[in-house]
Structures are given as C-alpha cells and as structure tokens.
C-alpha cells in the first residue's frame, strides 16, 4: 500500500507549489497510474515515495511506515523503480544492472546469479544471450525490460514507474505494456505509474489519478474516467473519442451473437469491441468471428456498447 497524506512540494524560491495537498492512497496488488500535462507535478509525486524528493509537507507512507523514517536501504528493499531510457548504468552489463539491489542487501554471489536469470527469464530475455551485454548494444525496448527485472530484482512490494515505456517505438510499446502488466499483476506488485499517454493510462491502470497543476483532478477506474470525467479539463484530456476509448475496455464476446462464423474473418483472443469495429470497416464485413464460439456484428457491437455504457454522459 502506498499512501500520500496531505503531501505537498514547494521549491525553494518559487512561489507556488509543485505538488499541492495531494491525497491518493493506492491499494496493495493494485496499479495506480499518474497522468496530466507535462509539468503538472507527476514525476515529483513519484519520487517522494522513494525520497528522492522530500515532501514539504504532509507525508507518504508505504506499507504504513513513513517513507521519512525508513533507512536507505529498508526504503529499496519496499520499492523498485523504472525510469525511461536512461535508467541502466552504461558501462556495466546486462547481468551486474539487474543484480545492482541484491548486492547493495548483500546477498551470496550464487543467489544473485540465479536470481539475476531468472529475473531476464521473467522480462521474456533469454539469460545466456543477453547477460554480458551492455546497455547500449539492446534496442529501446529490450533496454526497458532489464530495467524491470533490475527493479524487480529483490522483490520490492512496491514498484514506481515513470514513463517507462516513453522511448519505446510504438510497436513494442504496445507489446511491452501486455507483458510488463500482466507480470505485474500475476505478482501482485503495487504499482505507481507515471505516464502522459491516457492510452497506456486505460490500459495498464486499475484506477487513474488526472493531475494538474498539482493537484488531483481526478481519481477513478478507467471505465469512469472515461464516462464521467469530472470536468471540463477531464473531459478534455481523455479525448473526444472517448466513446471510442470505451470500446477498447469491453470485450468482444460482450457483443456475441450464437450464430457459425463461416467465412467470417477472425478476431484474435482477447480482442476487444474496439477490435471488433477495427476488423468490420477493415474487412467490410456483415460480421466477424469470435476466437471462441460466435460472431459479431455492428448492431450486436453497437447493443453491447450502449448496454456496457448504462448511464453513460454525452456532451450535447
Ligand atoms: N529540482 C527542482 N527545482 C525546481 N523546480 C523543479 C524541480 N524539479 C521539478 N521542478 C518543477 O516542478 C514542476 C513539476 O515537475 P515534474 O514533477 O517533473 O512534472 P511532470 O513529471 O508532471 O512533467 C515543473 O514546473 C518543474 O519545472
Ligand atoms: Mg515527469
């Protein structure tokens, strides 16, 4: 759990607060991810969790303790974190990056070879390819997964993130967030992501906390971000297709019809309404097939959609 009270930052010198009376708490097991317009105050959140920013007032707690009352290495041991890019030490190989916390806490040289492969095993690198590498012979996208198995590398409970797959070409990027989040979730980390992208936000988090200027505009599931943004700003920052949005965060088989697909084009597992739309226009079809049993069509999408949207706001 990670808990922010009343936390606020006010540079020296500046007149106005950075972070202002900021009070979010973010379940156990739970992603929470942290987006608004660049400047807003999202990465100075981040860090005073890890205490590289101190807060200038109020608190943040993780796992109940104060972050201010944790020594260094307790504070590493509780909390892995990922930057963009440039995380990774240059001149030390793939394999001494991952092992950087575990030989801070002083583990046996054994142990930390065996964790160290199964951490690349985890982030989908094959360990004897890419141990000795250095950093800047692996591609962005590879260069992100060590630096999540380094954060993953002594366990931490909990996980910060700031804008981790930002330099990441858009193909992998999309590949990275299902593996990286599902991992994620299958080991129950708590995760505060930091991000300016409301996609990756819809996609990866289990509540979205909208900042600006400082503060919390927002904090909610994706679902009800998207139908009931809180204002105008809100309203303005997910996007005008928000209805499209929502499509993405509602599977296909929502909208299944019990008729043979034959002939129809198909849909891959887990493909979403929105995918299901995409596959319509693209195919010009009457309907396409589900991975299982069944089909869709656009008036069984479109049914499934208002449906799922129960109460749904439209701007007039
Ligand atoms: N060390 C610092 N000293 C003074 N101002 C800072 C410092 N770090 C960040 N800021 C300012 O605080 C504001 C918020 O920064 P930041 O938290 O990095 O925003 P975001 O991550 O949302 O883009 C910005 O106006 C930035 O210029
Ligand atoms: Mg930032």
């Given at each position: 759990?990670?808990?922010?009270?009343n936390?606020?930052?006010?540079?020296?010198?500046?007149?106005?607060?950075?972070?202002?009376?900021?009070?979010?708490?973010?379940?156990?097991g739970?992603?929470?991810?942290?987006?608004?317009?660049?400047?807003?105050?999202?990465?100075?959140?981040?860090?005073?969790?890890?205490?590289?920013?101190?807060?200038s007032e109020?608190?943040?707690r993780?796992?109940?303790?104060?972050?201010?009352?944790?020594?260094?290495?307790?504070?590493?041991?509780?909390?892995g974190?990922?930057?963009?890019?440039?995380?990774?030490?240059?001149?030390?190989?793939v394999?001494?990056?991952?092992a950087?916390?575990?030989?801070?806490?002083g583990?046996?040289?054994?142990?930390i070879?065996?964790?160290?492969?199964?951490?690349?095993?985890?982030?989908?690198?094959?360990?004897?390819?890419?141990?000795?590498r250095?950093p800047?012979?692996?591609s962005g996208?590879?260069r992100?997964?060590?630096?999540?198995?380094?954060?993953?590398?002594?366990?931490?409970?909990?996980?910060?993130?700031?804008?981790?797959?930002?330099?990441v070409?858009?193909?992998?990027?999309?590949?990275?967030?299902?593996?990286?989040?599902?991992?994620?979730r299958?080991?129950?980390?708590?995760?505060?992501?930091?991000?300016h992208?409301?996609d990756?936000?819809?996609?990866?988090?289990?509540?979205i906390?909208?900042?600006?200027?400082g503060?919390?505009?927002?904090v909610?599931?994706?679902?009800?971000?998207l139908?009931?943004?809180?204002?105008?700003?809100a309203?303005?920052?997910?996007?005008?297709d928000?209805?499209?949005?929502?499509?993405?965060?509602?599977p296909?088989a929502a909208?299944r019809?019990?008729?043979?697909?034959?002939?129809?084009?198909?849909?891959?597992?887990?493909a979403?309404?929105?995918d299901?739309l995409?596959?319509?226009?693209a195919?010009?079809?009457?309907?396409?097939?589900?991975?299982?049993?069944?089909?869709?069509?656009?008036?069984?999408l479109?049914?499934?959609?208002?449906?799922?949207?129960?109460g749904?706001?439209?701007?007039?």
């Open positions: 759990m990670i808990r922010f009270e936390a606020g930052k006010t540079y020296p010198g500046q007149a106005r607060p950075v972070v202002d009376g900021l009070d979010l708490a973010v379940p156990e739970t992603t929470c991810v942290l987006i608004g317009p660049s400047g807003c105050g999202k990465s100075t959140t981040l860090r005073m969790v890890n205490r590289l920013v101190t807060p109020g608190r943040v993780v796992g109940g303790a104060d972050v201010a009352d944790l020594d260094p290495i307790a504070l590493r041991r509780r909390t974190y990922v930057l963009q890019g440039i995380g990774l030490f240059p001149h030390r190989s394999a001494q990056n991952v950087t916390v575990p030989e801070l806490l583990w046996p040289r054994r142990r070879a065996e964790r160290v492969d199964a951490m690349l095993d985890l982030v989908g690198l094959d360990a004897g390819r890419f141990r000795d250095r800047d012979s692996l996208g590879q992100q997964r060590v630096g999540v198995a380094r954060a993953l590398a002594a366990d931490p409970p909990v996980l910060l993130m700031d804008e981790p797959f930002g330099a070409d858009p193909l992998e990027r999309g590949r990275l967030q299902g593996e990286i989040g599902a991992i994620l299958r080991l129950g980390k708590t995760v505060l992501l930091v991000t992208d409301i990756e936000a819809l996609r990866l988090g289990d509540r906390a909208l900042m600006r200027e503060r919390l505009v927002q909610d599931a994706p679902e009800r971000l139908a009931r943004p809180a204002d105008a700003f309203e303005a920052f997910v996007g005008s928000r209805w499209l949005k929502r499509l993405a965060l509602i296909a909208a019809e019990p008729v043979a697909a034959e002939g129809a084009p198909r849909l891959p597992e887990g979403s309404l929105r299901a995409g596959l319509l226009l195919a010009d079809a009457e309907r396409v097939a589900l991975a299982g049993e069944g089909t869709v069509t656009l008036a069984s479109r049914a499934a959609a208002v449906d799922a949207a129960g749904f706001t439209c701007a007039p």
